[in-house]
């Protein structure tokens, strides 16, 4: 069940996507993004494969029809289906726009790792790895801070890089960061966020930018 920090930084993300788009949304965080979208003319994508992913109600879920963290979704008119190999087809021929992604930590330089936590077992890379590689561009979803209380936006990374392609956009509970000419820039603060705040909780260097 979602919360409200993560229902806000999906309701932000959603402003980051424009028309005609194929967006790719991870698990977690991301998949919050669609119910925030309020025009027919984006066009979600599932590395499972699928194009026309739309929300679905508990009445109508179709067991068969998921996403690739396996949770229930619904098709939009003239969605299609393909298997898995044409799917990544898609993301590695660079013919998805933006993908919307989960991560574990990011580093200054905004590479980020998502996929593995040594000495644990997590779900796993996932698409993750091409997503970088193929979509043009690369939005982050994450709480600013670990449940332990520390920062996620880090000098470097502690847990293994999934990619060394920088992001785009850094989209927390607490601020926007865009990486721009090899540096984070704070773009923006979410509501009743001051810039002591997001000082006090991030680790790597940033411009201010604000």
Not at 6 to 15: N, V
Not at 25 to 44: C, D, E, Q, R
Not at 90 to 103: E, T
Not at 188 to 200: F, G, H, K, S, Y
């Amino acid at each position: 069940m979602a919360n409200s920090v993560q229902e806000l930084i999906a309701s932000r993300a959603s402003k980051e996507l424009e028309d005609g788009q194929v967006i790719n949304l991870g698990i977690g965080i991301p998949t919050l993004v669609a119910k925030y979208v309020h025009t027919s003319n984006i066009f979600f994508h599932t590395e499972n494969g699928m194009l026309g992913v739309d929300d679905v109600n508990e009445e109508d879920i179709d067991p068969n029809l998921v996403n690739a963290g396996k949770i229930p979704v619904g098709e939009t008119r003239g969605a299609s289906f393909f298997n898995s190999a044409d799917s990544f087809g898609m993301i590695r021929g660079g013919h998805v726009d933006v993908a919307i992604l989960g991560v574990l930590q990011v580093d200054e330089s905004a590479r980020i790792a998502n996929w593995a936590v040594p000495g644990k077992n997590i779900i796993g890379v996932g698409g993750a790895m091409d997503l970088l590689v193929g979509a043009k561009k690369v939005i982050v979803t994450m709480t600013h801070i670990s449940k332990d209380g520390k920062s996620k936006i880090l000098k470097d990374c502690t847990y293994p890089i999934t990619s060394t392609r920088s992001v785009d956009t850094i989209i927390t509970e607490l601020a926007v960061f865009k990486y721009i000419n090899g540096q984070l820039h704070l773009v923006e603060l979410m509501p009743d966020i001051t810039l002591e705040q997001v000082i006090a909780n991030t680790e790597a260097h940033f411009v201010n930018s604000l």
